[in-house]
C-alpha cells in the first residue's frame, strides 16, 4: 500500500491518531508508520482493535436513529478522518461538521471532504465549544434553531478529569434553541478490560495524540449526561441496539431538552 503521508510536512515517522484509527478502521489515508503503531497497539491491548471498530459501527446506529428523529445536522467531536463509513457517508443528504484539534487531521479530512458540500471539517479544541459554534464552516452549515445530533464517540476517554469531560456537551447543547441528540462512548475500567494491557496501550498512545487515555467506572458516562439533562433514548427505540455490543465500553444515546421556543 503507498505511503499516504510521504511527502507530508510533518515527520511522516511519527505516527498520527486519526490515521491510526483510519487504517484500523479500513481506510486509505496512513503511512508504514501508522500501521506499525496499530499493530503495537494491537499487541499491547488486543481488544482495542474491536472496540474501534465496533464503536464506528455504534456512531452508524446512532446517526440512523437521529435521522429517524428528524435530525438533519451533525456535529463530530473529535472526529478523526472522514473515511471508513463515517457521519456523512451515512447521513446522506444532512449537514455534517467534523471537529478535531489536529491540524493535519484538519487538513487532510479537507481535501476528503472538497466535492462535499453539505459537510465540512473544522480545527476547533472541542473543550471550547463556542469556537465551533463561531467558526464560519458551523454558521454555514449548522443552524441553532433546529434540531442537530452531537456525537462523542471514542474521545471522551481522551478528555481530562469527569467534570470537564462532558463540558462539551452541555456547551453545545446550551446554544441550540431545540432538542439536542446525543450518542457518546465511554470506555469501562471493568473485565474484559484488562488494566495492565490498557496501561500498555496508554503509554504507547502518547506518542500519538497528547492527552492520555482513561478508562471510567461502569455508570459513569450514563451519570454524567443524566446529570447534565439529557435524557436517555428508550432502549427497544433502538433499532438492533442488542447487535455488536461494544465491549469494555459504556454507550449512550439521548437528549437534551429543547427550551420551548419564544
Ligand atoms: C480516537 S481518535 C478518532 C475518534 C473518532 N471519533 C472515531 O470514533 O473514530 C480521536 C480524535 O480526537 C482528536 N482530539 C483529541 N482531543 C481533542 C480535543 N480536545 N478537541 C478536538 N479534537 C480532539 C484527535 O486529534 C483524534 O483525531
Known sequence: MPDATADRRTDPRQPNIARVYDHILGGSLHNA?????????AAAFPALTGIIRAQRCFQRRAVEWMLGNGVDQ?????????????????????????VDMD???????????????DAAAIRADIQQPGEILAHTETRRLIDTGRPVGILAIGILD???????????????????????YVA?????????????QLGLAAALLLRAIATPITARPPGTLRAWLGESGF???EYGSIPERQEEPLPAAETFIGRGGAIPPG
Open 33 to 41: 508508520h501508522d500501521r506499525t503503531f496499530a499493530a503495537d497497539l
Open 74 to 98: 451533525f456535529i463530530d467531536l473529535g472526529s478523526g478522518l472522514p473515511t471508513a463509513d463515517h457521519v456523512h457517508h451515512v447521513a446522506g443528504d444532512a449537514r455534517v461538521v467534523y
Open 103 to 117: 491540524s493535519e487531521t484538519v487538513e487532510d479530512a479537507g481535501m476528503i471532504l472538497h466535492s462535499v458540500p
Open 158 to 180: 481522551f478528555l481530562p478529569p469527569p467534570r470537564t469531560a462532558i463540558a462539551p456537551l452541555t456547551g453545545l447543547r446550551n446554544a441550540f434553541e431545540r432538542d439536542v
Open 184 to 196: 457518546a462512548t465511554l470506555l469501562t475500567d471493568q473485565p474484559p478490560l484488562d488494566p495492565d
Open 231 to 233: 435524557q436517555e433514548a
